[in-house]
């Protein structure tokens, strides 16, 4: 899919509605923009959208929200203007700042004598400051914990409209987030130069990607490198194929392999790695460290000499690649039509190469595996890749 090609769906509701600023009995004068979660390349792009178009088209007033949902906690916001998302779109991260440790209904306000966090539901604290600073919506970007957090707030009436981020493409209903493909980008350079040193020195080189439970990126990426196993959740792996595919690959005079493994990639009948468990944070769980295992035990059963390497939050930073400019700026731009078109608590996606809306409360809590018909498997499969599940035929 080339997102210079997606076309945006415009319904006849939202050409009634487009250009105007008046909201059922609410006119919309002032809109709330924030990002959560995560960050990833693009994210300035949809900031910048939104406030640009906001103002220029429509003469609302755009207030940043500092730090995601703890800014709606605490109270922290500015106003924008388009002086302050000017330069932006090419920069990464993002001019808002992010959090990933406030949920509004499920906040950890202290610890207890155990030293363990104590959370508490500050919604009402949340509608106060909406209210005080008269926003009458809020653009919320962000992954899927960001979503189920504006599900909550819709509950309580806020109006929200949600942008979907994530590097990990794992957000349910749509076929792309942006930041992925930056990621994508990175993490291919990143293999790409291993590819030589694994050649120089005739070793197993093992690159571990982020993407939490969905392999998305460490599939594209391993695809696009030319990665010799690719090791994914969504496929569970074992360890002699694994082996044997480095072993067979010298047998045909191969004296090196890539193996490009996810952060959530699990052997059959075993567990993910965790690397870490933030007690404060909503999704606690980090994984990483699946490299140093294979690392082992790869070298243990095969005598090859094994390097790895985690990308880790290389993969998230930099400027983001054109596509995921061009996506920000749509999401954005639909965003804000979806606002003004009273069409609230709908999440902006991209669906069949359009850019749509879904109810923003279908996405909540899920997250978007790679299906075992996905084309890019059987593809890399066709050129002798391995993904440690079965048998690779070389001649
Ligand atoms: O969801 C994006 C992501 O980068 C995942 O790929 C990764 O598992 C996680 O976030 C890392 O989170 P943190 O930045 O809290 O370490």
């Known amino acids: 899919m080339s997102p210079s090609t997606l076309e945006t769906v415009v319904t006849p509701r939202d ?32 900031i910048r959208a939104v406030t640009k178009t906001a103002v220029f088209q429509h003469d609302l007033e755009v207030l940043g929200i500092e730090d995601g949902y703890m800014g709606l906690i605490r109270n922290r916001m500015h106003p924008l203007s388009t002086g302050a998302v000017s330069n932006i779109l090419t920069r990464g991260g993002t001019i808002l700042g992010t959090s990933n440790k406030a949920n509004p209904s499920h906040f950890a306000v202290g610890v207890d004598a155990q030293g363990k966090p104590i959370f508490k539901d500050v919604t009402d604290r949340v509608i106060e400051h909406v209210q005080s600073r008269g926003l009458d919506a809020i653009i919320c970007i962000g992954g899927d914990g960001t979503m189920t957090g504006a599900a909550r707030l819709a509950e309580h009436g806020i109006r929200c409209v949600g942008v979907p981020k994530t590097i990990d493409n794992d957000l349910m209903h749509t076929e792309l987030t942006f930041g992925f493909q930056t990621a994508v ?53 074992d360890i002699e194929m694994v082996c044997e595919h480095c ?97 609230f608590n709908q999440l902006v996606v991209v669906q069949n190469n359009t850019i749509t809306s879904v109810p923003i409360d279908t996405v909540a809590g899920q997250q978007r595996m790679v299906p075992m018909d996905n084309p890019l498997i059987a593809a890399a499969r066709a050129v002798g890749t391995s993904f440690g599940d079965q048998e690779v035929k070389m001649r």
């Open 247 to 343: 072993l067979r690959r010298g047998r045909h005079g191969k004296s090196f392999t890539i193996i490009a493994v996810s952060e959530g990639a699990r052997p059959k009948d075993g567990q993910q790695v965790v690397n870490s468990v933030i007690a404060d944070s909503p999704d606690p769980i980090r994984l990483g460290g699946i490299s140093r295992v294979l690392r082992q035990q790869i070298e243990e059963i095969t005598g090859l000499e094994c390097r790895e390497t985690i990308l880790g939050h290389v993969q998230r930073g930099g400027t983001p690649v054109p596509a995921d400019r061009i996506l920000g700026t749509l999401f954005g731009y639909k965003a804000l039509e979806l606002v003004l078109a009273e069409q």
């Open 185 to 237: 980008d990175t993490a291919t350079e990143a293999l790409d130069r291993i590819h030589t040193t694994a050649s120089s020195h005739h070793r197993v080189m093992i690159v571990e990607l982020m993407g939490r439970n969905a392999g998305w990126l460490t599939l594209h990426s391993g695809l696009s490198s030319g990665a010799d196993v690719i090791l994914i959740p969504e496929i569970p792996y």
């Open 15 to 46: 050409q009634a509605k487009s250009g105007s600023r008046t909201m059922g009995r609410q006119k919309i004068n002032r809109i709330g923009v924030l990002t959560g979660g995560g960050d990833c390349p693009g994210l300035n792009a949809v």
